[in-house]
């Protein structure tokens, strides 16, 4: 092993969540004389990333973490003394939508970042590159440098912007094959010389001409644009759907023809119950909110409307299902098959799962999840941070919401399945096995259009999707 002055460069990352595990993991990888620390303040958190069994489901990053822990890979809840020993200091922690105050429910709150920089001033004792990698509000760099800049050590730092544009369930891929690195930092000898000591970072793997180096300002709002852009083309065919389903057209073979154009594309053209997830809603939200801090009132209410339709959407799913039972579903067992945002996660940060659950809940339906990663404990963490539905407020909750370790003991008696996440496994399942022990008629409601409705149709279900047309609806398909 190397002794701290023979490594290239030391790395400290605060936050070891879904970001700073996966990107700290990659840069030891790919970086093997490059000493890598990831901190938190959570002993769990550093535990279970020092164990057999880490804090988050991401495909393949179990054999890179194995592969470098130990070696150039660290995990540590002694941030004061990693602060001291790195040259560049990666903040990485939650930066969740504010709640209370001014900007609630739109702008983001930089508590956690504000805090990170404290630490770093109050302990560093030598010149430090610090980085921004959550995702903040445009000029969050600026707040970051007025408080490193009032230490009284006369120690120096520049502020860089380095926004993640990973996908959760695709981290490892992505990180390891991005389509660019964004580095934004101060244009003065000093930033551009961290930008420098940055870019040689991931060098070791990224072609150079992928590295982008820009002002910070720009940096901090082109990871804000790139996922309001995502998010918009989520929407835009969602809102398709609805008419899809109204004339019966199908959605799928609309985002086929729209998708052949080249100056469109076909990612994002995929018709769902909505999107979720920790980004997309906040980094709107935020957008929003910067525009109309800047009096931009119409370009504040144009990115609004991303947000209103994803929540349309959501809420269309919900009165379909009520609406096709035969306008109830009070004391009808229905399973959830699918609980994280997306598959190969276990996230559910915003999951249009969770919105679903609580309409019909309201509805005094009996619900029965399974979902292959999501914890019970995870479910209604969430719940009550985004919705306010918790035990204390809602003690008939445990009795009306099972969650499964088997889908086909959720399926069991079920009246209806509502496929909400596109696990591969779900189309893989024994769906004649899982008909016969139904209640009838048997519906299933697909959220995420990944089941072969033609073959569930002949087995004798009653297939009601998003943006398909009703077979029963129309004669002349």
């Known amino acids: 092993f190397l002794t701290m002055s023979e490594w290239d460069l030391q790395i400290c990352c605060m936050g070891a969540g879904y970001v700073g595990g996966p990107t700290m993991a990659i840069i030891a990888k790919m970086c093997p004389k490059i000493r890598v620390v990831v901190c938190d303040i959570s002993q769990n958190q ?30 540590s809840t002694d941030i004061k003394t990693e602060i001291n020993n790195c040259d560049i200091i990666f903040i990485s922690v939650n930066t969740p939508t504010k709640t209370k105050g001014i900007g609630a429910g739109r702008a983001a709150n930089i508590k956690n970042c504000e805090l990170c920089a404290r630490t770093i001033a109050e302990v560093a004792t030598s010149d430090k590159i610090v980085v921004e990698k959550s995702t903040v509000p445009v000029r969050t760099a600026q707040a970051i440098a007025r408080v490193l ?26 990180l390891m094959a991005p389509d660019r690195v964004l580095i934004g930092g101060q244009q003065s000898p000093e930033g551009l010389k961290a930008a420098a000591t940055l870019v040689s970072v991931y060098a070791n793997w990224v072609p150079k001409e992928q590295i982008i180096t820009t002002n910070l300002w720009s940096s901090e709002l082109s990871k804000l644009v790139a996922n309001a852009f995502l998010a918009q083309r989520v929407s835009s065919i969602n809102s398709i759907s609805a ?16 998708g052949k154009d080249a100056r469109i594309g076909s990612k994002f053209l995929n ?3 909505g999107f979720g997830g920790s980004c997309f809603q906040k980094d709107i939200l935020n ?30 799913f919900s009165e379909k299902v009520v609406a096709k039972m035969f306008n109830t579903v009070t004391g009808k067992k229905i399973a959830m098959l699918g609980y994280a945002f997306k598959k190969d996660t276990g996230d559910v940060r915003e999951t249009p799962s969770m919105f679903v659950l ?20 995870d479910m209604w963490s969430e719940m009550s941070y985004t919705c306010g539905i918790n035990h204390e407020n809602t003690p008939e909750l445990d009795s009306a919401v099972t969650t499964c370790t088997d889908p086909y ?59 398909k047309p009703d077979p029963m609806a129309f004669t002349d398909l």
């Not at 004339?247 to 729209?258: H, L």
């Open 243 to 258: 008419l899809c389903e109204a004339t019966g057209a199908d959605v799928s073979e609309i985002s086929r023809a729209v």
């Open 46 to 75: 550093i535990d279970k990333w020092n164990s057999d069994t880490l804090p988050i489901y991401e495909p393949g990053l179990p054999e890179v973490v194995d592969s470098c822990r130990g070696k150039n890979l660290f995990f």
């Open 409 to 467: 003991d959720a399926c069991d008696g079920a009246h209806a399945i509502l496929v909400l996440t596109e696990w591969d496994e779900f189309k893989s399942y024994d769906y004649k096995k899982i008909f016969a022990s139904m209640a009838k008629p048997a519906f299933i409601f697909d959220g995420r259009n990944t089941m072969d409705h033609a073959a569930l149709r002949d087995i004798g279900f009653e297939v009601h999707a998003i943006g």
């Open 358 to 377: 609580r309409d019909l809940l309201q509805e005094q339906a009996k619900l029965h999840i399974y979902d292959p990663e999501v914890t019970r404990d």
């Open 287 to 316: 957008l929003v909110y910067l525009c109309e801090t800047y009096g931009l009132d119409e370009c504040a209410a144009y990115w609004n409307q991303v947000i209103l339709m994803n929540d349309y959407q959501k809420k269309r």
């Open 149 to 174: 800049q009032c230490n009284d050590k006369g120690t120096k730092f520049q502020v860089l912007s380095n926004p993640e544009f990973l996908a959760e369930g695709t981290a490892v891929k992505d």
């Open 271 to 273: 018709a769902s119950v």
